[in-house]
T-cell receptor
Framework: EDKVVQSPLSLVVHEGDTVTLNCSYE??????LLWYKQEKKAPTFLFML????IEKKSGRLSSILDKKELFSILNITATQTGDSAIYLC????????????FGKGTKLSVKP | DAGVIQSPRHEVTEMGQEVTLRCKPI?????LFWYRQTMMRGLELLIY????????DSGMPEDRFSAKMPNASFSTLKIQPSEPRDSAVYFC????????????FGDGTRLSIL
């Protein structure tokens, strides 16, 4: 069965800390791995990764994929209270061509 | 640019009633997805469409759930009859293609069945 596992499930840090969120997967016909940030409403797209070892970066956020070990990490440096959210990892693949398989998410709380 | 638009934002109804959720995808997007999110199970894909045609409905929990996409700019998810265990946030998402294109989500409909 295809699955995506995120860790930790929740995390509390203080402003200025650096955090690393983990996503491991076992998905047939892997196409891509995506990271989303979900605050109170819709998940918003952060990154899409398709190739191993190539870091994607946007401001204080960065992510990298390891297709050999089947995992990805999302790093956030110099965290701010506005980074508080649930971070979702999703993998495109599986038996259905259009499908994204989501992990349960990591809830990040950044304290002032 | 307008994103994915869902309505209503909140719905509270009694069990047994019919519920209809609506979605307008981003113009030009060929794929439309319906998801359900709960604390226990996270985000689960219910069904998705390509060019208005249902491609995979294996995630639809049972026959009480149905979805249609009569045209490229509108889709509905219907639950009839509704049950308390259907309470969840229902998201609609759309994407330009499926291959290596992100899905863009609407703000969701928070459904409560009493």
């Amino acid at each position: 069965e295809d699955k995506v596992v995120q860790s930790p499930l929740s995390l509390v840090v203080h402003e200025g800390d650096t955090v690393t969120l983990n996503c491991s997967y076992e998905v047939t016909n892997f196409r891509s791995l995506l990271w989303y940030k979900q605050e109170k409403k819709a998940p918003t797209f952060l990154f899409m990764l398709t190739s191993s070892g190539i870091e994607k970066k946007s401001g204080r956020l960065s992510s990298i994929l390891d297709k050999k070990e089947l995992f990805s990490i999302l790093n956030i440096t110099a965290t701010q209270t506005g980074d508080s959210a649930i971070y979702l990892c999703a993998v495109g693949g599986g038996g259905s061509q259009g499908n994204l398989i989501f992990g349960k998410g990591t809830k990040l709380s950044v304290k002032p | 640019d307008a994103g994915v638009i869902q309505s209503p934002r909140h719905e509270v109804t009694e069990m047994g009633q019919e519920v209809t959720l609506r979605c307008k995808p981003i113009s030009g997007h060929d794929y439309l997805f319906w998801y359900r999110q709960t604390m226990m199970r996270g985000l689960e894909l219910l069904i998705y469409f390509n060019n208005n045609v249902p491609i995979d409905d294996s995630g639809m929990p049972e026959d009480r759930f149905s979805a249609k996409m009569p045209n490229a700019s509108f889709s509905t998810l219907k639950i009839q009859p509704s049950e308390p265990r259907d309470s969840a946030v229902y998201f609609c998402a759309s994407s330009l293609t499926f291959r290596n294109q992100p899905q863009h989500f609407g703000d969701g409909t928070r459904l409560s069945i009493l």
